[in-house]
């Protein structure tokens, strides 16, 4: 229970026991991650940042995600959205990340590690394993990066890309040398207003397994076979 209005006034405050019973039920669970939404917390997220604090004491190992830090955006649908994604492939993303560095650093790797984001930017780790959300279109990203910078040097201006992995093919128009930038991207059914390159993908690559539903309908994905390095170059 809590209450802030669109002008980011607080008539009722969260109640803070309410939480802690969640967070107990949340614990007997199992919970990895947890998305914290309330509305209008673009605009105040006194109450969102309150209950997020309250759950990662009593959760010390559990993610927490409040969708004021993750897209601070009017439209509750999309924000809410978009923080459960966030939420949903944080612990792996940050156990990977964590793993990463930790092989580097034996290595004796001491320079900054970046990865690349949805908008074709690169972000510190820290921040990456904060807002994953960010990095879910990252690879394809690159490939339209790399795609218009070849396709420069050849003075082509405008072209398609074509970038087909194991799981999937996503494709970009590139017209005079650029490419559009969108905020209508989504994963698993789910909006996401992050910002990043427009990109179209399909879930059709190199190793996808065809099958038949329970009515008889053909399918294509997301299983794949698996290859390496990888069916598409072959």
């Given at each position: ?38 509305l209008h917390a673009h605009v105040n997220p006194a ?66 590690v970046a990865v690349m984001t949805s908008n074709g ?27 218009a910078h070849l396709a420069r040097t050849a003075d ?79």
């Amino acid at each position: 229970a809590e209450r802030t209005h669109f002008d980011g006034r607080v008539s009722e405050t969260l109640d803070e026991a309410e939480v802690l019973r969640l967070a107990e039920r949340l614990a007997g669970e199992g919970a990895e991650a947890v998305a914290v939404c309330f509305l209008h917390a673009h605009v105040n997220p006194a109450n969102e940042r309150l209950a997020a604090r309250i759950l990662a004491q009593a959760l010390p190992d559990v993610f927490i995600a409040t969708s004021s830090e993750v897209l601070a955006e009017i439209r509750e649908v999309e924000r809410f959205q978009t923080t459960a994604i966030n939420a949903y492939v944080a612990p792996r993303v940050g156990r990977y990340l964590d793993s990463l560095a930790g092989a580097l650093s034996q290595r004796g790797f001491d320079k900054p590690v970046a990865v690349m984001t949805s908008n074709g930017g690169a972000w510190p780790l820290s921040r990456v394993t904060r807002l994953p959300v960010n990095s879910i279109l990252s690879g394809p990203a690159a490939g339209v990066i790399g795609a218009a910078h070849l396709a420069r040097t050849a003075d082509l201006g405008d072209l398609i890309t074509l970038d087909m992995g194991g799981t999937s093919t996503d494709t970009c128009l590139v017209q005079g040398g650029g490419y559009a930038m969108s905020n209508g991207s989504g994963a698993g059914g789910l909006a996401s207003r992050v910002r990043g390159i427009e990109i179209n993908s399909v879930g059709a690559g190199g190793g996808s397994i065809a099958w038949r539903d329970v009515g008889g309908f053909l399918n294509v994905g997301p299983r794949s076979a698996g290859a390496r390095p990888g069916p598409a170059c072959y």
